[in-house]
């Protein structure tokens, strides 16, 4: 990867705090999110009949009353749709099809003229399901004792990085095995053993999850979703129809907040399942609130087991970590995090002996997907604590306990890698002084108690090593420049981030940048997706690389028409000038039209493009 | 159902529409007069994402009906900026890096244009309490309350 040759220089773009790029629409109003594009009379509203039981068999389905009330146009159940889904575990259906795995869960949809009517409709179904015993708590549900809830899971296809066990309701068992944990705990002096039960959260996005599908008669599908991972659901609609990637196009406007939950498809396959059959009108499946707390996506809940224990000076010599992940009815997505969840889960630790037991089990609440942090904070929260339980019972002092197991450089992991550089004990010592640890300070209220407290993460997000992102940059008559990305802004600000980036490396300042949007995977250059904090580095690279490409281009071109070297050129501030000849030119007089050779023979070059991508190579 | 003629002011512009019984105020602003820039966060007036000047008053629009908008005058996120001159209120947000996803601004503008309406000169407190039916689940609340106390010193 060639270093960036970043001219920092007063007008240099990177490193300063500029005005965010989308705000002013934001602060108008004029900002469009999914719900606020305007469909014209066509448009059809989906609503969905929901199961009112955690687990249960579907005996029968009525839709007749629904098919006969007026302004209902498509109504769809199970049977229509039989092709499994998944992201990294195909386990679901779009609707429920023989039975239904947690209370909210799909069961049928209807797309009428108006919201009201589709209601109305969903209440004039009828479902009969006889209920069964329902797995409620993880641990439970990894014994032979609970029911079974998917019994086809040997069945269902998954990348080779998962485990699941068929059989049974873990969906995916990961485990670490380093060391001799048996033997290591003889040696140690002190052992806690404590449970940790965290339980589900849900994102609670401002914006609940909207999508808009429409079918065309060829078969072509666009939906307008409220995505993190516009690329990740054309895929994903893709196989739910039985159809190829290219008949799919996926356009996602500004995005209310995402935290992971828009990351994977869960709503927006039943506005695409009615438009299938709504003879090419568009159909609009909003959620409520609601709806949005239990039917989608939350947080999976954890029930983790640690047994830590540590000699007379402080040394953790073991580690045993069992978890029991609540992935709810369907771990498509959930099967992920506790995959991120074992190989984490000595925490930022050098612990030389370690056996970890990561599970994710089926249960019936609802689907557990990714949440800010994929599984570290539910993981550390237990870790952490036993630390400073173990210190305590030593009488050693909390901060010197951490440093001093503490992963540094050149320890290994518990998958057996070598460490970077960490820093992690300066980081503990620069917190520790600022927070002034070991110094009693008053609360800011007589009612409120003041504690103080350091803990460590870390976070490997197992993204798969070839997530890649790509970009494409445009020179415009008037010097500007349009920089085509896939990844979406979300409100993290990265359509600022990649305008800098591009600004610096091109060498034109930032207000000439512009970023195109909303994404299209139609014109939009592929990202993988919008998750685990990646975009900055990884579009940020792809940006930087068709930032870099264009002006190549663009010095290549002006050098032939000067005679100059290109080496010799460079571009500030949206001129070209030579650092050898008084030539100058800016940028707007050349990037679309090209520019006259030096001595008047000719013509030279034309519209400019620079393009970028980053997958790296293992 | 039955449908019902209405007159009322909409960002300083006479509006006269047509609308069913049942529809609510913010659907009203939405769906018949176009202005998305009022937004739906909850239907229930929990979260505040829908939050409108009524006669002066900041209320959530997805909790009150249409009708009983008759006569009154309906201030939006997008009847804040005057001829293209963004309202103080709007600058300083900018300015403080209070808005990211940006789906809970255009109500906190609103609240934070009826207290400054109100009260001019506000303690840290009042902003606070003002915002309180205005949730946001990006910034953490502590620019936009900045955002705020900033706007009342340049008022």
Same mark, same amino acid.
């Given at each position: 990867m060639a270093q960036a040759d970043t001219k920092?220089? #007063?007008?240099?773009?990177?490193g300063k705090s500029v005005q965010r790029l989308d705000v002013l629409e934001k602060v108008t109003g004029s900002a469009h999110y999914t719900d606020d594009i305007p469909f014209g009379n066509a448009l059809l509203y989906g609503r969905v009949k929901r199961s009112p039981v955690a687990h249960g068999i579907i005996k029968r389905i009525d839709i007749s009353k629904a098919q006969a009330l007026p302004g209902v146009k498509v109504i769809v159940t199970g049977k229509d749709f039989p092709n499994l889904v998944g992201? @990294?575990? =195909?386990? =679901? #259906?779009?609707f429920a099809i023989d039975r239904v795995r947690f209370i909210g869960e799909a069961i049928a949809a209807v797309a009428a003229t108006s919201e009201e009517i589709a209601e109305k409709a969903v209440d004039l179904i009828e479902v009969d399901i006889e209920p069964l015993p329902a797995v409620f708590d993880a641990e439970f549900g990894a014994t032979k004792d609970a029911p079974l809830l998917h019994p086809d899971l040997g069945n269902y296809e998954c990348p080779n990085f998962i485990f699941p066990v068929p059989g049974t309701n873990i969906a995916n068992h990961f485990k670490i095995r380093k060391g001799n944990t048996e033997e290591a705990f003889k040696k140690c002096t002190t052992i806690i053993e404590k449970k940790f039960r965290i339980p589900h959260v849900q994102h609670v996005p401002i914006e609940p999850h909207i999508a808009v599908a429409q079918v065309e008669p060829d078969g072509d599908v666009t939906v307008w979703a409220s995505s993190q991972s516009p690329f990740a659901q054309r895929n994903s609609f893709a196989k739910a129809l039985g159809? &190829?990637? &290219? =008949?799919v196009r996926v356009i996602a406007p500004y995005v209310g907040g995402g935290f992971g939950c828009k990351a994977g498809v869960t709503m927006e396959n039943v506005a695409v399942a009615l438009a299938s059959k709504s003879g090419g009108r568009p159909v609009k499946v909003r959620l409520t609130r609601e709806e949005e707390f239990f039917t989608n996506f939350v947080r999976q809940g954890l029930i983790i087991n640690l047994k830590i224990g540590c000699d007379a000076e402080g040394n953790v010599l073991a580690m045993e970590n069992t978890q029991y992940w609540?992935?709810?009815?369907? #771990?498509e997505y959930g099967v992920n995090i506790t995959r991120a969840g074992g190989y984490n889960s000595s925490g930022p630790f050098d612990i030389p002996n370690v056996k970890t037991d990561a599970m994710c089990v089926y249960t019936n609440h609802p689907i557990g997907g990714a949440y800010r942090g994929f599984g570290m904070s539910e993981l550390h929260a237990g870790i952490i604590q036993v630390m400073d339980m173990l210190a305590e019972k030593i009488g050693m002092d909390k901060t010197e306990f951490l440093k001093k197991n503490a992963i540094q450089g050149g320890d290994f992991n518990v998958t057996g890698m070598k460490m970077h550089p960490v820093g992690l004990q300066e980081c503990i010592d620069v917190v520790s002084k600022e927070i002034k640890m070991g110094v009693k300070e008053p609360a800011s209220a007589p009612h409120k108690k003041r504690g103080k407290g350091i803990g460590i993460v870390w976070k490997a997000p197992s993204m798969p090593p070839n997530a890649g992102s790509s970009s494409e940059v445009r020179l415009n008559e008037d010097g500007s420049v349009t920089v085509s990305v896939g990844g979406q802004e979300i409100g993290q600000g990265t359509f600022t981030a990649m305008a800098q980036i591009a600004a610096e490396a091109l060498g034109? &300042? @930032?207000?000439m940048v512009k970023i195109e949007g909303p994404v299209d995977t139609r014109y939009s250059p592929y990202e993988w997706q919008t998750v685990a904090s990646r975009l900055t580095w990884s579009m940020g690279n792809a940006v930087r690389r068709a930032a870099e490409d264009a002006r190549k281009n663009i010095l290549e071109m002006v050098g032939e028409a000067w005679k100059e070297n290109p080496a010799d050129l460079d571009i500030k501030e949206g001129v070209v000038i030579s650092l050898k000849s008084e030539n100058t030119i800016p940028l707007k007089n050349m990037v679309v039209y090209g520019l006259s050779r030096e001595d008047d023979k000719g013509w030279i070059g034309g519209p400019v493009l620079g393009r970028g991508s980053l997958c790296l190579p293992m | 159902m039955s449908f019902h003629q209405i007159t009322c002011k909409v960002n300083g512009a006479e509006e006269i529409v047509t609308v069913p019984s049942n529809m609510t105020l913010l659907t009203m602003l939405r769906e018949v007069l176009s202005l998305t820039g009022t937004k739906n966060g909850c239907t229930a007036g929990e979260c505040g994402a829908c939050t409108v000047l009524v006669d002066g008053e900041p209320v959530n629009s997805c909790m009150m009906l249409a009708v009983e908008a008759e006569g009154k005058d309906i201030v939006t996120v997008e009847g804040l900026a005057v001829d293209g001159k963004l309202d103080i209120v709007q600058e300083t947000i900018i300015e403080k890096g209070g808005v990211q996803c940006g789906f809970c601004t255009p109500g906190m503008l609103i609240s934070a244009r009826a207290l400054l309406n109100r009260n001019p000169n506000p303690s840290e407190e009042d902003v606070v309490e003002a915002l309180v039916g205005n949730l946001c689940?990006?910034?953490?609340y502590s620019r936009i309350i900045e955002s705020v106390q900033a706007a009342a010193k340049r008022s």
């Open positions: 920092l220089g #007063t007008f240099s773009p990177v992201l @990294y575990l =195909k386990d =679901k #259906t779009i159809i &190829s990637e &290219s =008949k609540d992935g709810g009815a369907s #771990t034109v &300042s @930032y207000e | 689940r990006c910034t953490g």
